[in-house]
């Protein structure tokens, strides 16, 4: 178990600098290449293994994975190889991880807000219909149409991987972009496995995993033991999809749709830190237990089981599948048949050209009529390399070619175009990435205010025609945030109507672990106009910021509780957070507060005679943005 370190106060910026340039051990370094890095380098490693071993001694790579696994009782029993294991069972729990982040981004994540979903959703969309017309289009004469299947689904792990490893620099909104995209993506191609690539349908199963599924519903209300039950239900749902000829790897997506997401409950916040304050104070066996059941009912059981599930996923369950399905013969007899092929060439056109052309159009064009939300970083360079990186198909489209093309000599061309899409995608994306940052210099980014002040969404105080604008990114429990507070006041009193002042989050999370929650609140509160009367509460007590606290500073202003309440877990509140901490990233925030002066980031002091100079010298060179 890693080691939680909660710091209270600010830490000194020349102390934290020290730090990071302190020598850090190889166990370190590997932890902070981060789990898609090391998933998608996991996942490489396997595929070029698999090659390997396929073209070295193929006779063993075929007998291995061949080989029967028989489980039973008395006359009930499954007979399996070793490929079906893997990809009808091990890949329901990927397709599972697969349907709780669907499920989580449309309750409580990027895709709750249609206008921030737009982006994203149609981008998706036309990702998905370009690169199937370009394969029908190719392959027609191939005998293999309806294959288009392959082509249609980004590989979510490489996908995410890859832009850790080759992405631009401050790659957060294009981040978030792609992620989304993916999750609509992957919502098009497990509904096309189901509708176009089910065989012998067999309807009565499916009504008894009807039923299980219920199960799975109603199983949430149990008080205790849930664990053992979806277990269970989970397994039975299965064996019903697998009979009833709908591919069982969906069962994970239909079980992973049920299962409960929500934002943490304060009170069940509170309950925790008070269980965690009687075991503090009589350290007992069953103080301990009931403080850690609390702490986890707290955290919704979709989320537990993404941090339970995805590093099995990331490390075991795709590299074993790559391992499984990867393993195409590259003789000359083959790669000469896969070049002639216009199976292949579709593949290659689908996930290339079309992935490109379906999610880059598509972004532009409703860039030009201004529809959707872009935000800083998002720009159309970066979206065209993320649009490369969706040509690399690989573990969907290796699962359909299993499923869709029965020829063993056609299987082989299709695995050889969906490599060589991946190996295109993948080299194209780091070239447009190259470029694009070659054409944003290091000494420029961050330096200018990377989105202009607007007093339809910003906290403003001031007047919108005032000569001076000060901006900052600011953590309410930063001590240092509090002392540039005090500053701006004093300019404000000495500049009156001529100051305009605007605040953005930029909360310091490893530092501030209430910092992100007091963002929040700030935010609801701002929902019933009282922005700034909030700040100042926060800013007098940084020391309390816990659930009960912000509550209760929320009654002292006359807030309307209830409504108070339910907007702390609103879309558009935690939306407007993330917004103002993507930006923050974008121009290397590292540190608060961050003040930009008539649009210009500040160097050096900011008591008030600085910021009063820094404020008539920006006049004189830059204009207010």
Request: hydrophobic share 50%.
């Amino acid at each position: 178990m890693s080691n939680l370190t909660i710091i209270q106060r600010s830490p000194d910026p020349e102390q934290v600098v020290a730090q990071s340039r302190a020598h850090r051990s190889i166990a370190a370094r590997i932890r902070d290449l981060g789990r898609n890095r090391i998933g998608a380098l996991l996942l490489l490693i396997a595929t070029v293994v698999a090659i390997v071993w396929a073209n070295v001694a193929h006779g063993s790579y075929e007998a291995f994975w061949e080989t029967h696994l028989t489980v039973g009782v008395g006359d009930l029993q499954l007979d399996f190889t070793l490929h079906a294991l893997v990809n009808d069972a091990l890949m329901a729990i990927f397709f599972f991880t697969v349907g709780l982040e669907v499920r989580r981004e449309f309750a409580i994540g990027e895709l709750t807000s249609w206008s921030r979903a737009m982006v994203p959703v149609l981008a998706a969309i036309a990702g998905l219909a370009l690169p199937a017309l370009l394969f029908v289009m190719i392959a027609a004469d191939s005998g293999q149409a309806h294959a288009w299947g392959i082509v249609i689904s980004t590989d979510t792990a490489f996908l995410v991987g890859a832009l850790a490893l080759i992405g631009p620099r401050v790659p957060g909104r294009l981040r978030v972009f792609l992620l989304a995209l993916a999750v609509v993506d992957d919502i098009g191609a497990l509904s096309i496995i189901a509708l176009v690539y089910t065989e012998n349908f067999n309807p009565l199963p499916l009504v008894l995993a009807a039923i299980g599924l219920a199960g799975v519903y109603f199983t949430r209300y149990l008080r205790g033991g849930r664990g053992p039950v979806y277990a269970t239900l989970a397994v039975i749902v299965w064996l019903c999809f697998l009979a009833s000829g709908v591919h069982p790897t969906l069962a994970g997506v239909a079980i992973a749709l049920l299962v409960p997401v929500y934002r943490p409950d304060r009170r069940d916040v509170e309950h925790a830190l008070d269980l965690a304050r009687t075991f503090r104070q009589s350290p007992n066996t069953e103080y301990a237990r009931a403080a850690a059941n609390s702490l986890r009912e707290s955290i919704s059981i979709n989320e537990r089981l993404q941090s339970a599930y995805a590093p099995y996923v990331a490390y075991v369950i795709l590299p074993l599948f790559a391992l499984a399905n990867a393993g195409v013969v590259l003789s000359p007899e083959i790669l000469g048949a896969a070049i002639a092929s216009p199976l292949t060439w579709g593949i290659v056109a689908g996930l290339v050209v079309g992935k490109f052309l379906g999610v880059f159009g598509a972004a532009a064009v409703l860039r030009v009529l201004k529809l959707g939300e872009f935000g800083p970083g998002l720009t159309l360079d970066r979206i065209a390399g993320g649009a490369a990186l969706c040509g690399i198909g690989f573990t969907i489209s290796l699962f359909i070619v299993d499923i869709a093309i029965e020829d063993a000599d056609s299987q082989n061309e299709a695995r050889v175009g969906v490599l060589a899409a991946s190996v295109l995608a993948f080299l194209i994306a780091t070239l447009v990435f190259r470029i694009s940052d070659a054409l944003r210099p290091d000494v420029e980014v961050g330096q200018t205010l990377a989105r202009p002040v607007d007093a339809r969404r910003d906290h403003v105080f001031g007047a919108a025609d005032a000569p001076y604008t000060i901006v900052e990114y600011g953590d309410f429990q930063c001590g240092f945030c509090l002392k540039a507070s005090g500053s701006i006041q004093e300019v404000h009193k000495e500049l009156g109507d001529r100051l305009r002042y605007v605040w953005r989050h930029a909360p310091l999370t490893q530092y501030h672990p209430n910092a992100l929650a007091g963002a929040e609140a700030a935010e609801a509160a701002a929902m019933q106009g009282k922005f700034f009367e909030f700040e100042r509460g926060l800013f007098a007590d940084q020391e309390n910021q816990r659930p009960s606290d912000i509550v209760r500073l929320a009654r002292e202003l006359g807030l309307d509780v209830e409504k108070f309440e339910r907007d702390l877990t609103s879309p558009e509140v935690t939306g407007r957070v993330r917004d103002d901490m993507l930006d923050a990233e974008a121009m290397g925030i590292t540190s608060v507060p961050t003040l930009f002066v008539n649009g210009r980031r500040h160097t050096g002091p900011y008591d008030a005679q600085s910021l009063i100079r820094a404020l008539g010298e920006a006049e004189q060179s830059e204009p207010v943005r």
